[in-house]
């Protein structure tokens, strides 16, 4: 993880049970902060005015001013009433009433975006059965990390008289979190090692990704050689409304 990684502190909907104790939390915290910086200018409306509700105590609780005085050596890079930009946290301070809460907020970030920036992808695999066929690449050359897979069905839709069997459906792109959209390539290049896809903005919003990926493939001639014939079956299959515009394998 990079020294100068940010993370961003949105506005979350929580639950609240007992109100009473997240109020008497945060009082705890800011009389203890009154007592050892007392004269603080940016405390002042946090002191002149302690929480008398749930609402109000959350909004000190996840405070970048709290963050500031909680946590020793952080650097506050920009903040607002609903969220913080910060360095990255690696420590939690002792007894932290909502250390449970910011560990489940931790593991959704890290799954929620299979793609930070461009990682290179050091495995190419296909998989097929009587129903259907995979290309895919995944970042670590056992199979794990960030992945993204190319599938199509095998099995076509009954004919027309007089025309050809088709799939109906068309190709799916997924990830290793499970999220899958039907269609949504809009160009796919394959150019020096580097795979370069653009994806419909509903696409991206559905998978979670960024709608351009630019993923440096490092594998074998013969990986690159399977990749391209792979891409090349699954992303002509389906409606012709479906397929990349711009295919360049």
Not at 217 to 245: I, K, W
Request: glycine share 8%; charged share 25%.
């Amino acid at each position: 993880m990079r020294s100068d990684e940010y993370y961003l502190l949105n506005a979350v909907k929580v639950r609240i049970d007992d109100g009473t104790a997240i109020c008497a939390a945060a009082n705890d915290e800011l009389n203890a902060l009154r007592r050892t910086h007392g004269q603080e200018p940016d405390l002042q409306p946090f002191l002149d005015a302690p929480p008398s509700s749930p609402a109000a105590a959350l909004i000190w609780l996840t405070s970048a001013v709290r963050l500031k005085y909680l946590y020793a050596g952080l650097e506050i890079r920009a903040d607002g009433r609903f969220f913080a930009r910060a360095d990255v946290l690696t420590s939690f301070p002792p007894d932290d009433p909502l250390e449970a809460f910011w560990a489940q907020a931790g593991e959704r970030l890290d799954h929620d975006e299979p793609f930070s920036g461009s990682p290179a992808m050091r495995r190419v695999g296909v998989a097929q059965d009587d129903e259907s066929f995979t290309v895919g690449l995944a970042e670590h050359a056992d199979g794990t990390g960030a992945a993204l897979l190319f599938s199509h069905g095998l099995a076509p839709a009954p004919a027309r008289p007089g025309r050809k069997a088709a799939p109906s459906e068309p190709y799916s792109l997924s990830t290793h979190t499970g999220a899958t959209y039907y269609g949504g390539v809009r160009t796919c290049v394959l150019r020096e090692g580097t795979l370069h896809i653009t994806l419909s903005r509903t696409a991206s919003q559905r998978l979670g990704v960024s709608p351009e990926l630019v993923l440096p493939v490092h594998v074998s001639e013969d990986d690159l050689d399977v990749l391209r014939n792979g891409l090349r079956q699954v992303l002509t299959s389906g409606p012709r409304r479906s397929r990349p515009h711009t295919l360049e394998l």
